[in-house]
């Protein structure tokens, strides 16, 4: 099996001008726009734009709350999504939702999709572009648009709440890519402010002490072994994947493991661990493959969706300098197993605090963000 490593890389968008002094200008980024399927040459491919806080939220009248929450704004191509109708238009299926959890234990969680014709997908989804500019067709209530240079806004209204907010981040960019099991590419800005404001249940509070993480996310497809089936999704190629992203106080940890099909629950053919210091984004340390072991000691069966989580989650490294543990305390379900073996469920999690980050003799305490997917393919898988 060949496995891209994904080693991850600071992406300096700099020009240097010579005109007598040498003069730093940021140039375009034109990773941060969307895209089509045909840009990869494969049958299917999604994109989102993920967003995530640890936020302190204030009301005018002194009453506070600490959450942490998550919003995707994501679209799927593929030359299989075709309109039953006359003249039968090949569609783009959009998809936003979001997650807040309290610090009460409880959560909300909202999922909502449409589908447009792909010849007009453009007006909603700025393509090709040096900048991100979501909008979900319809409503023009939920929109993600902006920059590394300039920052990102993000507008979103649904039943239960209003998000007015703006994250910056000040470092560079780093990548994630592999082949195997998943071919994918994540461009992540691990560090950022959050600023703003979020309106719950009509009362509306401040986003204070709120830190931030956003990733924009690009899987493809491809059929798996012995799949008949007249389409074939991501999700199918892997049995699924853990991902976490750790905060502390210097530090900011991020994790991408992905099982493959015949890796069941008990292994991960890719992984990759990026420790950063969090206020100026230099890479601290970095391992991959086997320089990585991932213990999951305690499993909770969900009987629900067939399919069992590991409560409490550890990375360790070969070289003993990086131990972290995260434990999946709150929890959003989200459930997008299909008919035909082709979605998936994520348990997403999130740590308010406690999870912790061991970098040599340094040990410090923080929030985390934590998901484990499993595919509906790989929960069938090998016995189809």
């Known amino acids: 099996m060949s496995i891209k490593v994904g080693n991850i890389m600071s992406i300096l968008l700099v020009v240097m001008c010579v005109t007598g002094l ?10 941060e726009g969307g ?4 840009d990869f040459g494969v049958d299917l491919m999604a994109e989102w734009w993920y967003l995530n806080g640890d936020a302190r939220l204030v009301a005018p009248d002194g009453e506070k709350q600490d959450i942490g929450f998550f919003v995707v704004m994501a679209h799927q191509e593929s030359s299989m999504f075709v309109s039953p109708y006359p003249p039968h238009p090949q569609l783009s299926q959009l998809f936003a939702f979001y997650g807040i959890y309290f610090d009460n234990g409880t959560t909300i969680f909202n999922y909502t999709e449409t589908h447009v014709p792909q010849a007009v997908v453009g007006n909603h989804i700025a393509l090709w572009t040096p900048y991100v500019d979501y909008t979900y067709p319809g ?13 990102y806004n993000l507008d979103y209204t649904s039943d239960d709440i209003v998000m007015d907010l703006f994250f910056k981040t000040n470092n560079d960019k780093t990548i994630d890519q592999a082949d195997q099991p998943l071919n994918f590419t994540t461009y992540e800005h691990s560090y950022g402010t959050l600023h703003g404001s979020i309106t719950l249940d009509g009362k509306r509070y401040t986003v204070t002490q709120a830190e931030g993480y956003m990733d924009h996310m690009i899987p493809i497809g491809g059929c798996p072994p012995d799949c008949l089936l007249p389409i074939c999704t991501w999700p199918m190629s892997m049995h699924g994947w853990t991902w976490f992203e750790v ?9 991408y493991a992905v099982r493959s099909l015949d890796d069941g629950y008990e292994d991960y053919t890719y992984k990759h661990l990026t420790l950063l210091n969090k206020h100026n984004g ?7 493959g086997e320089d990585i072991t991932i213990i999951e000691p305690d499993w909770i069966y969900e009987s629900e969706y067939n399919r069992k989580r590991p409560s409490v989650v550890t990375f360790l490294t070969s070289d003993s300098d ?13 459930n997008q197993s299909r008919p035909g073996n082709i979605g998936f469920v994520d348990f997403m999690a999130f740590q308010p605090d406690g999870a912790t980050i061991q970098y040599k003799s340094n040990i410090e305490e923080g929030s985390a963000f934590y998901e484990y997917l499993v595919s509906d393919w790989g929960v069938i898988y090998p016995w189809i």
């Open 247 to 255: 905060t502390t106080k210097k530090y900011q940890a991020v994790a």
């Open 282 to 288: 230099k890479v601290l340390a970095e391992y991959s």
């Open 139 to 151: 409503d023009d209530l939920k929109r993600f648009k902006g920059s590394a240079l300039k920052g």
């Open 22 to 31: 040498s003069v730093a200008t940021p140039t375009a980024d034109f990773t």
């Open 322 to 334: 990086l131990n972290i543990t995260i434990n999946a305390e709150n929890l959003i379900y989200f």
């Open 35 to 38: 895209h089509l399927e045909t």
